[in-house]
């Protein structure tokens, strides 16, 4: 990797195809089998300086990475997903906190709006597949040698050890 990034997010695995272009967020809850906690990495190799920052992270893939999956679903009618907290430490050390809500007002609105956006361009939410609901704090740096550990109320812990 080249200038790694950890976000918080939550990940929702579709049980039904979600088509546009009109899905709400009724039509999220339907289609959601399950939710869990993730940890996304973002990395990029520009700097994000100059007079095209957005343009340069597009061109080098919109900041693609990883993604580490909590091993413990939820279901929507379970959890009241707006209000799932999360913590981010490195090494020991809490570096960022957040709420779901902070995405959107409730990260199932970002799902419906991925599913309308991606009926523009001809494509589909197909069942099976995992969303990012999008990072509920801001993206934090880390190194080799760190250990990544996220905390999700109520959702469990996410870790990873990065080589």
Same mark, same amino acid.
């Given at each position: 990797?080249?200038?790694?990034l950890?976000?918080?997010e939550? &990940? ?5 195809? !979600?088509? *546009? ?5 009724a =039509? @999220? ?17 520009q700097?994000?300086?100059g007079?095209?920052p957005?343009v340069?992270?597009i061109?080098d893939? &919109?900041a693609?990475?990883l993604?580490v !999956?909590? *091993?413990?679903?939820?279901r929507?009618? =379970? @959890? ?6 999360a913590?981010l430490?490195?090494?020991?050390s809490?570096e ?9 007002g409730?990260?199932?609105?970002s ?6 956006k991606?009926?523009?361009? *001809? ?6 597949? @995992?969303?990012l ?15 990544v550990v996220a ?13």
């Amino acid at each position: 990797m080249n200038r790694p990034l950890v976000e918080v997010e939550l &990940a929702f695995v579709l049980r039904e195809p !979600l088509v *546009g272009p009109s899905v709400n967020a009724a =039509d @999220v809850i339907r289609a959601t089998d399950f939710v869990l906690p993730c940890i996304e990495i973002v990395d990029t190799r520009q700097k994000g300086r100059g007079p095209t920052p957005l343009v340069d992270s597009i061109a080098d893939a &919109a900041a693609c990475g990883l993604v580490v !999956l909590g *091993g413990r679903p939820a279901r929507l009618t =379970d @959890v009241d997903i707006r209000r799932v907290g999360a913590s981010l430490s490195i090494n020991g050390s809490v570096e960022e906190s957040g709420v779901a809500s902070a995405v959107m007002g409730n990260p199932i609105n970002s799902v419906a709006w991925l599913a309308n956006k991606l009926h523009e361009y *001809g494509v589909t939410a197909e069942a099976g597949h @995992v969303i990012l609901s999008g990072s509920f704090i801001k993206a934090i740096p880390f190194q080799s040698g760190d250990t990544v550990v996220a905390l999700f109320d109520p959702l469990g812990e996410v870790t990873f050890y990065a080589e």
